[in-house]
């Protein structure tokens, strides 16, 4: 067992979830991967208590959460109270970061600016546009969305707080305007970002934190400064850890089925108490940045799964790093059929060797 793994599990709330809807899952997780997007959903299953599919997707529709490029430029769910200032901090230095990329697409600020104004225009009173309805705009007035220079153009609109993704239409997502609202000053927004990636999942070190945020180190520090009085830390083989003081308690499931980019992964740079080297490219296959869904035990990764959606029944494929004990055997039926009655589908399970 991995006692590191099994307090994140805690302090994330998947062994103990008590939210009361998604917006709280949010707000606790200061802000949650967001790039698959049904995946997402039953990464909020999960930690919402008889929640459903059918409801997540209601509170992205009514604009509960909301999903948007928030951190390290990629798409993540921040609560509605917090995007303002979570784009206020994060945004400016990807933008800044994104200025050679720009630059290779023939996107001068002129170009930019125009097509960020254009975009908010075609969403006036209250529009959903899909990606590609929004791209028709922008070609109609001479702009290319050729190649990259589309999403370039569409998350642009994104950091400058303008825009976000709302509620998908098919396969596609669609977007909406953002309402105005209140920034923070730089030190106090990094300061309430790491107050609460650290309460919600630790154990975990400062690295970590500047990873996770994409924060300059020194920034990543001062803002750890700010908040390590609400803190505890802990020496783990020679490594410091900082966590919520609030004692973790016994998990109540000795094994959970996580989708892909779940925070349980992807919220730390240093995955190694929860993951063994071996099965890194298992889980990431070719490092291509793409994550699949994992099986965990006993706060470690012992495998992968992945869903084959059917009229009538959800399909699950398990590729396991090892046998399941017999415990496990009966734990993992349990997973699955939490995840149908999440899907409102009834669950085979095809073991794979």
């Not at 697409?105 to 930019?112: F, I, K």
């Not at 609460?196 to 520090?221: E, K, M, N, Q």
Request: neutral net charge.
């Amino acid at each position: 067992m991995s006692a590191i793994g099994l307090r994140r599990l805690y302090h994330q709330r998947i062994t103990h979830p008590h939210f009361k809807n998604a917006a709280e899952v949010v707000s606790w997780l200061g802000a949650m991967q967001g790039q698959d997007y049904f995946g997402t959903q039953w990464a909020f299953g999960l930690r919402l208590p008889n929640s459903s599919e059918a409801n997540i997707g209601q509170a992205i529709n009514d604009g509960q959460i909301m999903r948007t490029w928030a951190v390290r430029g990629t798409l993540f769910y921040v609560a509605p109270a917090d995007i303002h200032w979570i784009l206020g901090l994060i945004a400016p230095r990807q933008i800044t970061g994104n200025a050679g990329r720009y630059r290779e697409l023939e996107l001068d600020e002129p170009t930019l600016i125009r097509s960020v104004e254009l975009i908010v225009k075609a969403l006036d009173g209250g529009k959903h546009l899909t990606r590609s309805e929004l791209f028709d705009v922008l070609q109609a007035e001479g702009i290319s969305t050729q190649g990259q220079r589309g999403f370039h153009l569409l998350q642009r609109a994104g950091l400058e707080r303008l825009v976000y993704q709302g509620e998908m239409r098919g396969k596609d997502t669609t977007f909406h305007t953002l309402a105005a609202g209140k920034t923070l000053p730089p030190d106090e927004a990094a300061a309430e970002l790491a107050r609460r990636y650290f309460t919600s999942r630790g154990p975990v070190t400062l690295a970590d934190f500047a990873h996770w945020a994409g924060l300059p180190i020194t920034v990543a520090r001062a803002a750890l400064e700010a908040v390590k009085s609400q803190l505890v830390a802990e020496i783990i083989d020679g490594q410091t850890y900082w966590l919520s003081p609030e004692a973790h308690q016994p998990p109540e499931k000795s094994l959970y089925l996580l989708p892909g980019f779940d925070e349980y992964i992807l919220g730390y740079k240093d995955r190694s108490a929860v993951l063994d080297a071996a099965f890194a490219d298992a889980i990431c296959p070719g490092g291509n940045g793409v994550f699949v869904s994992t099986i965990v035990s006993g706060g470690r990764v012992i495998g992968t799964w992945k869903r084959t959606l059917k009229k009538k029944v959800v399909e699950i494929s398990l590729e396991l790093f090892r046998p399941l004990t017999d415990d496990e055997t009966e734990a993992l039926a349990e997973a699955a059929n939490a995840y149908g009655a999440f899907l409102g589908l009834p669950v085979v399970i095809h073991p794979l060797a």
